[in-house]
């Protein structure tokens, strides 16, 4: 048994990074189907596609090279719209009604 252990055993190791990685691009897609469905007027339609097409495939380098992409191209999506942003209000200028102020506790008697 432990004979047929180190036998496959570098065969299961290939077998594992594979489905590690198949898992890997399946999460992506669905970070990124997340992604586009919570910021309108983004398109990841051709990306998902080709990455959906990718995960069930055993072939690791295509299986890598699906990530990259996609991860590449949710990053550089998400930059852009970062940058479209328009900046927040500096909020210490603002007049929000609150008076800063020191006091003492008054001892009775």
């Known amino acids: ?62 299986l890598k090279e699906a990530i990259d992409t996609l991860e590449q191209t949710l990053h550089a999506t998400a930059a852009e719209m970062y940058q479209q942003q328009p900046p927040e209000p500096d909020r210490s200028t603002q007049d929000d009604g609150v008076i800063d102020a020191e006091f003492e506790e008054a001892t009775p008697g």
């Open 1 to 62: 048994m432990i004979k047929d252990a180190e036998q496959y055993a570098e065969e299961d190791a290939c077998k594992r990074e594979v489905v590690d990685a198949q898992n890997r691009l399946s999460h992506l897609i669905h970070q990124a189907e997340k992604f586009a469905k919570e910021n309108e007027g983004v398109s990841l339609e051709d990306e998902l596609d080709t990455a959906r097409a990718a995960v069930g495939n055993t072939d690791l380098p295509i």
